[in-house]
Structures are given as C-alpha cells and as structure tokens.
C-alpha cells in the first residue's frame, strides 16, 4: 500500500513538473510573438501542394512511369532469353551479364529522376524567393509548420510555378 501511494506521489510530481515546463514554453512563446516588429510580413506557402500542382512534377511522374514500363518490358525479355537457355552454366552467365546491365539501367533512371527533381525544387524556391521580395514578405514560412496566422500565398505561388 505505502509504496503504491509513493508511486502515485512520484507520478503526480512528474506530471506536474511537466505542466509546469509546457506552461514555461507556453509563455515564452507568447512573449516571442509580442517582440515581432510592427509592420513584419509573414506568409505561409502549403509546398506539398504546389508540388502536387506543378505541371513539370506531373511531367516528371509520367516520365518516370514510362521508365518503368519500359524497364519492365526488358525484364520480361530478359527472362524469356534466360529461359530459352539450355544448360544452367549458360543461364548463370546471362543472368550475370543481365544484373549487371539491370543495374546500370537503374542507377541511370535514379540519376536522371534525381536530377530532374533538383531543378524543380529550386525552380518552387526561385518563385518563393522571388515572390517574398516582390510583395516585401520578411518571412515564409511552410504551411504545415504555422498553426495560425501568415498570409497565404499558396495559390500565387501555385499559378507562378510552372
């Protein structure tokens, strides 16, 4: 019983010590919004929806997807002729010669998606930047880190990003 309820007693100071930090935390927040200057613009951009929208994003999914296909038909090629085979020495060989050239094919696709990839991602960055000096923003912020407040430029960012 007396080690129960000094169970509890340790539970309860630790619960509330932990109130006590978060309402701290709380606090200096609050008090951190209060110091931001009078006239300082925040905006908030949601970038997972600016991707999802760029037309060069969706060129690129299909891209990939044809890669896919493509990548796809050869190994069914490969297959067949591994199968035609007639002795397991020449299958063994061929499906050497075939891993090797299957991995070349990979690592082609991931460096052409990587890079592609790159390129769309400064592009999104440019036309933020761009934008925040355009319309005198002193901040953007992503949308999924703001629980409230910032000016939303989604859209324009949207209709910017090509």
């Not at 009078?38 to 905006?43: L, M």
């Not at 063994?92 to 696709?109: G, N, R, T």
């Not at 409230?148 to 960012?157: A, L, M, P, V």
């Amino acid at each position: 019983m007396k080690k129960q309820i000094l169970t509890l007693a340790i539970m309860a100071a630790a619960i509330t010590t932990g109130l006590g930090f978060n309402q701290a935390a709380i606090s200096a927040e609050a008090e951190a919004a209060k110091a931001v200057p009078a006239g300082y613009k925040v905006a908030i951009v949601d970038v997972a929806q600016v991707v999802a929208a760029s037309k060069e994003v969706q060129a690129l999914r299909k891209e990939q997807e044809a890669k896919m296909l493509e990548l796809q038909k050869w190994l069914e090629k490969v297959r067949a002729d591994v199968q035609k085979q007639s002795s397991e020495e020449n299958k063994q060989k061929l499906i050497k010669k075939y891993d090797a050239e299957f991995a070349k094919k990979q690592e082609a696709i991931k460096k052409n998606y990587a890079s592609k990839l790159t390129s769309i991602d400064k592009n999104i960055s440019d036309v933020i930047n761009k934008t925040a000096k355009a319309k005198g923003y002193d901040l953007i912020l992503s949308k999924g880190v703001v629980l409230y407040g910032g000016e939303d430029i989604t859209k324009e960012i949207e209709k910017s990003v090509k």
